[in-house]
């Protein structure tokens, strides 16, 4: 079996050791190169997990109005990245800004603002809450927000019918370790089997022989995603939704307005 480092995709390894080896010799290097990457791409996902059925929280929705609960991201769980996101990443950056873009699929676009004032927020959560058939605690960082029907019709539908299952959290790396198999240091591996036993797929670190320790991070957006690099990032739920200030008021009437037109041009 050959051994890679992502960050050197070049470079293949015979056995642990030898990855180790190289860890060693470039960690300094290595974890600036990690620090100066932007986390939105999704790869191929982590497998191995056991899933449940989960299915979202939907009202019967009448209004063009609806707001909604997202998981944007959940910790202890080593993601393709082969990070593992410990339980108070998020603390500051929420601390700092309770607020957060909410995108479609990471695209830095306007007509992919699904929300530039989604609610940011952190509960504590459990992963057979989140669709694994496993007990096992996690924080899950949080998307809140309101979606209006005309402002992006495609996202609204979405949502509303339950098809948006997986989300994923662009963001800046702020502390991190690498944890990584050592045969000839107590205190490495002494680390390393510490660090894979608070994830729930234990079992990556054993294939890759390494993975990432992220302490802190810095969120820039939420973004609905068709895979992400951490699959266990459901709609929690999606329900009617009231106007409460004037400009969403005013929306709401003229989108009715525009609707009433259109059915009185039909029967006509």
């Known amino acids: 079996m050959n051994y890679i480092i992502k960050q050197y995709p070049d470079k293949k390894f015979t056995d642990k050791m030898d990855q180790t080896r190289f860890i060693k010799k470039h960690l300094e290097e290595l974890k600036e190169i990690k620090k100066a990457e932007y986390k939105t791409n999704s790869q191929p996902i982590i497998s191995g997990l056991k899933t449940k059925m989960f299915e979202p929280e939907i009202e019967d929705i009448t209004s063009d109005f609806i707001e909604v609960k997202t998981v944007i991201n959940s910790t202890n769980i080593i993601d393709s990245h082969l990070d593992l996101h410990m339980p108070k990443i998020w603390n500051k950056t929420v601390s700092d800004n309770p607020y957060s873009h909410h995108l479609k699929q990471h695209e830095n676009k306007f007509e992919s603002v699904i ?6 927020y952190n509960e504590d959560s459990n992963f057979n809450l989140l669709g694994l058939d496993v007990d096992f605690k996690c924080v899950a960082n949080i998307n809140q927000f309101i979606l209006e029907r005309s402002k992006i019709p495609f996202m609204f539908d979405a949502y509303k019918n339950g098809d948006v299952d997986q989300h994923s959290v662009g963001m800046l790396y702020v502390d991190l370790d690498i944890a990584y198999y050592d045969e000839d240091s107590q205190k490495q591996m002494d680390f390393f089997n510490e660090m894979k036993e608070k994830s729930v797929n234990p079992d990556v670190a054993e294939e890759y022989g390494y993975f990432w320790v992220i302490y802190e991070a810095k969120k820039r957006e939420g973004s609905a995603v ?14 009617n939704y009231e106007p409460q200030n004037s400009t969403q008021k005013e929306a709401a009437k003229a989108l009715h307005a525009r609707k009433q037109l259109i059915i009185n041009h039909l029967n006509n």
């Open 226 to 239: 068709v895979f992400g690099s951490n699959s266990v990032t459901p709609t929690l739920w999606v329900k």
């Open 115 to 120: 929300s530039k004032k989604a609610k940011s």
